[in-house]
Each structure stands twice: as structure tokens, then as C-alpha cells.
């Protein structure tokens, strides 16, 4: 079964503490890994997409890593406005498959 | 500037009611999705659409419809036979599957 896990759960950081955000898949024929950002009662808003193993990409102080069984957002030098519900998805053919969310906050 | 429309931002559904969520879109998107959001899980897909007149079901149908009959418009109906319907509600559009989804702002739905 299709499957995406992601953790931590929550986690917590001061302003400028470096950390890393852990996404395991299990996707049939996995054609591609995305990543949004959620901000409370709001829709997640589209930050990457990964298409093979090996592959990264950036954007400000973000970057997406893929392997063959995981992916991973690195945020460096987190700020306040970092603050949000990061939520990682697996596409194989046509169905996405959303994972639960990490909940990020950084404490100024 | 382009994007996707949820409307209403609240809603409020009674027993035995049927309520329309809607959604518009102006990106020129084929695809359109719409999923439910509970906390502690992932988004769960209810339908989507790939073309005009036509759509599938998702994961949890049961219980919702949907029409398509412009491409820009993707309304969802919570019928009475949705039980526990109170969750947030998103609905979504893309160009192609593997570029990601545009989301709308969402609708959040309280049985009342």
C-alpha cells in the first residue's frame, strides 16, 4: 500500500538553529515528490517538486533532498516567519499521496 | 492574477442538510481536485476532474458530488449522507500531475 510518513510531528526551534524535516515514502512507480507550506487556515502553497533520487533544490533558506526511500527539507537559519505546517506528498501515477504534516515553529 | 477561489470561507451545515462548497479557478488548469483536511492526517482525496464532464471518485466519495460542467468551476455537495462532514476542505487545480497542485484558500465546514 502507497504510503507517505513524515515526521517529526511537530517540532520546535530558536531563530537560527539549522535542523532537518524527514518525509519516508512508499509509492508505486513514484513519478514525483512534492513539498508545501501550510499556514494555519490556510491551502498549502506548492515550494518543490523532486523527480529522482540524488535530485535538490532551494529556495531561500530551504532545501529538498531525495533518496530512494525519503526525502528531507533542511531549513537553515530558520526564522519566525518559517513557522508553519510543512507537508510532504508522493505521486504515482495519478494519485497524490499527502503525508501528515510536520508543524514547525521557531521562537524568536 | 490567477488562482483558485473557495467560497464560503465558513460554513455551517445543519442535520439532514445539504450544503455546496464552490470553487473557481482562472489558471486555465484541465485538473481540478477536491480533498478534506483532518487534523493529524493527510489531505484525503474526495473527487477530482481531469476534463470537463468528467470526474472520478477519490478515496471517501461517499457521501459528496460533484459537477463540472466549465472548466473553471468545480463545485462539491455534502449530502445528508455524510456523517461526520465537519473538517476543512480543499480543493485544488493543475496543470499537469507532476508540476503540484495550486490550492484555494479553503472551506471549513461545522455541523451545527
Known amino acids: 500500500e502507497d504510503q507517505v510518513t513524515q515526521s517529526p510531528e511537530a517540532l520546535r526551534l530558536q531563530e537560527g538553529e539549522s535542523s532537518s524535516l524527514n518525509c519516508s515514502y512508499t509509492v508505486s512507480g513514484l513519478r514525483g515528490l512534492f513539498w508545501y507550506r501550510q499556514d494555519p487556515g490556510k491551502g498549502p502553497e506548492f515550494l518543490f517538486t523532486?523527480?529522482?533520487a540524488g535530485e535538490e533544490k532551494e529556495k531561500e533558506r530551504l532545501k529538498a533532498t531525495l533518496t530512494k526511500k525519503e526525502s528531507f527539507l533542511h531549513i537553515t537559519a530558520p526564522k519566525p516567519e518559517d513557522s508553519a505546517t510543512y507537508l510532504c506528498a508522493g505521486q504515482g501515477g495519478f494519485k497524490t499521496i499527502f503525508g501528515a504534516g510536520t508543524r514547525l515553529f521557531v521562537k524568536a | 492574477d490567477g488562482g483558485i477561489t473557495q467560497s464560503p470561507k465558513y460554513l455551517f451545515r445543519k442535520e439532514g442538510q445539504n450544503v455546496t462548497l464552490s470553487c473557481e479557478q482562472n489558471?486555465?488548469?484541465?485538473?481540478m481536485y477536491w480533498y478534506r483536511q483532518d487534523p493529524g492526517q493527510g489531505l484525503r482525496l474526495i473527487y477530482y476532474s481531469q476534463i470537463v464532464n468528467d470526474f472520478q471518485k477519490g478515496d471517501i466519495a461517499e457521501g459528496y458530488s460533484v459537477s463540472r460542467e466549465k472548466k473553471e468551476s468545480f463545485p462539491l455537495t455534502v449530502t445528508s449522507a455524510q456523517k461526520n462532514p465537519t473538517a476543512f476542505y480543499l480543493c485544488?487545480?493543475?496543470?499537469?500531475?507532476?508540476?503540484?497542485?495550486?490550492f484555494g484558500s479553503g472551506t471549513r465546514l461545522t455541523v451545527v
Open positions: 485544488a487545480s493543475s496543470r499537469d500531475s507532476e508540476y503540484g497542485y495550486t
Open positions: 489558471l486555465n488548469h484541465d485538473a
Open positions: 523532486l523527480y529522482s
